[in-house]
């Protein structure tokens, strides 16, 4: 259902940040981009300019990582202590909530998500995992370990180990959940001690910009967290080049994310840590009480458009219910209400970019003409803006593209199956691992398909439960390593084993 492209004005706060000249964040600086080039900030519900952001390339990059530097080896930040650390997450996480209304409407603004989710969701788990993340700063502990030493059975020793912060990180974000990412991103290295260079996504550059002043406004010392606008191409390849920077930690495509693991081995090998591409499957049993399973499968693939990594965009249901299942989830994505996402009553906004509505109509037209057939939705709408039809695919084939691929859209496959391990094995035939669901009111079983899913995350009777506390992050292709939970902190610092001879 197409709403009104009408939505409210934005507020004066929200409007006098948009009309700023948007500089990078260097060394406590906001500064032009060397270059003085400019990147076009648009609102997908429109098409039209909202704001100008600088185009940092690998120039500003280099000032942006010898000031990372710099903080990192002297000044303050070395000096504080866990607890001050701690202190500074929760100060930016309060004032992040206490900005929460502006925040929201700005990313709304700028990626096209209902303003309402992003005050409900996007903006409060920021906050949370600024919070949670606090906390950790001061629990960041190595052991004491007794050794054995088999060659010198005289000598006595004291063993312990030390966690160090990994150092200057460069963090490349995704637009899907602009400061969401920005947040799961900054959170462990800032826990941990590290410096930061984010080199935000060109599409939705701004939320990150006023994470920035808050960032500031918190008290961190200059030089701690930098951040960078501009293209990926450019200024994201340079951060994954770079011979100074120890980490970088990137979430995107995974086509992207194995031209960040080249960039790391031509040049230092530093760390590298990957979130990337899903095609997560969501598989609804016989048993399943359907009451939850259809709307949950709607919202598994329809939540933020479909523009999420972890979206359930592979739905397999039990043959005898397949009809009355795929009909159904038809018929909540055509009530779909579809608008801007300033109003109101918009409970889906447009794709984020003109690119990506092109990228996911150019499957839809793949899936169409090799056979599938589309029970609602398939093509783009509105007059203005980058909107898609939310789409329910049926009459699938395993070896079509729109099977095999991350269309990231608002677009859901569903197909049948007839017994449980033929399913198991078309669940897991995916050259991704990211997330998975099971729908069933047998919770043993669903203990047991949880464990044979080869994938990052699996929800059992849900989808979409995102935690600060929760480690995420894939198998197989969907990346290394976790993010959030106290595991990310690991990927944030070195171990280091220390032995005195007694
Ligand atoms: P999408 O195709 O959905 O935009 P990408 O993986 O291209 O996803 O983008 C995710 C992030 O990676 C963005 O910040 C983008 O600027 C950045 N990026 C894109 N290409 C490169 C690259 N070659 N090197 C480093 N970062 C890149």
């Known amino acids: 259902m197409i709403l009104t492209s009408e939505a409210p004005a934005a507020s004066g706060k929200t409007q006098a940040f948009l009309q700023q000249d948007h500089q990078l964040l260097i060394d406590g600086q906001n500064v032009a981009a060397v270059s003085g080039k400019k990147i076009d900030v648009v609102d997908p519900a429109t098409g039209q300019l909202i704001a100008r952001v600088a185009e940092g390339d690998k120039a500003d990059i280099d000032k942006a990582v010898t000031a990372a530097r710099r903080a990192f080896e002297g000044g303050a930040w070395p000096k504080l202590t866990p607890s ?133 406004e918190a008290g961190f010392p200059n030089g701690v967290v930098n951040i960078i606008t501009g293209y990926g191409e450019t200024a994201g390849a340079a951060l994954a080049a770079h011979g100074d920077v120890d980490k970088c930690a990137f979430t995107g495509s995974t086509e992207v994310g194995k031209l960040i693991v080249k960039a790391a081995s031509e040049s230092n090998l530093k760390k590298i840590t990957l979130e990337l591409g899903g095609k997560s499957p969501n598989i609804i049993l016989p048993d399943a009480d359907l009451e939850l399973a259809i709307p949950g499968a709607a919202n598994a693939i329809f939540f933020n458009h479909g523009q999420c990594c972890c979206a359930g965009s592979r739905l397999f249901v039990h043959r005898d219910q397949f009809e009355k299942v795929a009909e159904g989830v038809a018929e909540l994505a055509k009530q779909i209400k579809i608008g801007a996402g300033m109003n109101p009553e918009t409970e889906m906004g447009p794709m984020v970019s003109q690119i990506q509505q092109d990228r996911v109509c150019g499957y839809l037209e793949s899936g169409l003409s090799d056979g599938a057939t589309a029970l609602c939705g398939g093509q783009k709408t509105g007059e203005n803006g980058y909107f898609v039809e939310p789409t329910v695919l049926v009459n699938t084939r395993p070896e079509m593209k729109i ?36 729908w069933t009111r047998d919770i043993s079983l669903g203990h047991k398909i949880a464990k044979k899913m080869r994938a990052g995350t699996v929800w059992v009777n849900c989808y979409n439960v995102f935690d600060a506390s929760l480690p995420f992050g894939g198998y197989k292709q969907s990346g290394w390593g976790r993010e959030m939970g106290h595991e990310a902190l690991n990927l944030y610092t070195e171990t280091k084993a220390i032995t005195i001879q007694l």
């Open 84 to 216: 001050e650390r701690g202190k500074l997450l929760w100060r930016l996480a309060d004032l992040l909530e206490e900005n929460l209304d502006e925040v929201a409407e700005i990313e709304s603004l700028d990626n096209g998500k209902p303003r309402a989710v992003a005050a409900a969701a996007d903006v409060p788990l920021a906050v949370d995992l600024f919070r949670y993340m606090a906390g950790w700063a001061t629990k960041i502990e190595g052991n004491t370990i007794p050794i054995s030493v088999p060659y010198m059975p005289d000598a006595e020793f004291h063993s312990y180990t030390l966690r160090e912060p990994v150092g200057v990180v460069g963090q490349i974000i995704p637009w899907n959940f602009p400061l969401l990412m920005a947040a799961w991103k900054l959170g462990p290295a800032l826990a941990t001690g590290c410096t930061v260079v984010l080199k935000v996504a060109e599409e939705t550059p701004l939320s990150a910009l006023r994470l920035g002043q808050l960032i500031q």
């Open 403 to 438: 099977i095999q691929e991350e269309i990231f859209g608002p677009v859901v496959t569903a197909v049948s199956y007839d017994d449980t391990d033929q399913l198991i094995a078309s669940a897991n035939d995916s050259p991704y691992g990211l997330a998975a669901a099971v």
